[in-house]
């Protein structure tokens, strides 16, 4: 047997394209095929990533987006389709946690304000349905699409994490499945990935302190981190057409963690 490009002629967005989880995905999109919109607010970043992908034969541009602005959505619609003439595969990944400011412990309910909690949701869940809102247009126009929004293993169970993240992430989840519903008839196809604990930056303050590492560690069967890779190749399913008949799905990426 042999195995091609898995995505061939495919057109990608991805949010948060800039940095792990999103930058990897990214790569992986173009290593097999994909034209592919390397979005971000970070633009050195971003343009970094899209500047690798091209220089190793790949498609990308780079394009500035903050997914909490309907504004650039639009404008990253119309680039999109300009520059590649369709769209198929929407990734929703940009994502942050609701952590104080070392980054390494988060805020518990009482302690919680309101413009921490509405920012956390601002970015984790708006942000993914402004990308779906946006991305329906061209993909029903294409014939149809997969859109793969990132939620978490935080989006299914509680810890003591903060709880904007996990409730942001859990209405990920299942808006996921309404948006697969609403859409299936014209073969877009939504599912939800649900990373557990990756090394990444968004983790590499608490992962670097063994105090914090450790618990997260001792959770994980598999006895290691994920990789940003580990998770692009979930994506890379659920974009191909290798996942034809799905819908509606959540893809848990975790080391085992969920399985206890
Ligand atoms: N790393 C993990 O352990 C883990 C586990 C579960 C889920 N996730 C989820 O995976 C996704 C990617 O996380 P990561 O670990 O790669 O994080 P990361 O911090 O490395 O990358 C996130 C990227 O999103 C961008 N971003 C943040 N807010 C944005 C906005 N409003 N608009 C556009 N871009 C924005 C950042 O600039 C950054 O480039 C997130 O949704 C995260 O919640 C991560």
């Known amino acids: 047997m042999t195995v091609g490009p898995r995505l061939p002629g495919k057109v990608a967005l991805i949010t948060g394209g ?16 994909a034209a592919v919109a390397v979005t971000d607010m970070n633009d050195n970043l971003g343009r970094e990533v899209a ?26 619609m119309v680039e999109v389709l300009a520059k590649f ?16 400011p070392d980054n390494k412990t988060t805020v518990k ?6 413009e921490g909690w509405e920012r956390v949701f601002a970015v984790n869940s708006t ?13 029903r126009a294409a014939g149809g699409g997969s859109i793969i929004n990132i939620s978490s293993i935080y989006g299914v169970v509680g810890s003591g994490a903060g709880s904007a993240y996990h409730s942001s992430k859990g209405a990920v989840r299942t808006f996921s499945k309404s948006a697969a519903i609403q859409y299936a008839g014209d073969q877009i196809r939504v599912n939800s990935v649900h990373p557990g604990f990756v090394d990444t930056p968004l983790t590499a303050n608490t992962h670097a ?13 598999l006895g290691r981190f994920g990789t940003p890779q580990d998770i692009a190749m979930g994506c890379l399913f659920l974009a191909s057409d290798e996942s034809a008949w799905m819908t509606g799905s959540e893809l848990v990426i975790d080391g085992g963690m969920l399985a206890q």
Not at 18 to 33: L, R
Not at 53 to 72: M, P, R, S, V
Not at 127 to 139: D, E, Q, R, T, Y
């Open 18 to 33: 800039a940095s792990g989880i999103g930058a990897a995905t990214a790569t992986a999109f173009a290593q097999h095929g």
């Open 51 to 76: 500047a690798n992908i091209t220089a190793n034969g790949g498609k990308a541009i780079y394009l500035h987006l903050d997914t909490t602005n309907e504004e650039h959505w639009t404008e990253a």
């Open 85 to 100: 003439g369709a769209l198929h595969v929407l990734v929703n990944n940009a994502g942050i946690a609701d952590r104080r």
């Open 109 to 114: 309910i009482e302690d919680t304000t309101v």
């Open 127 to 139: 942000g993914v349905f402004l990308g779906v809102k946006h991305a329906i247009a061209p993909m």
């Open 209 to 221: 302190d063994p105090e914090l590492m450790a618990p997260r560690l001792n959770a994980t069967p």
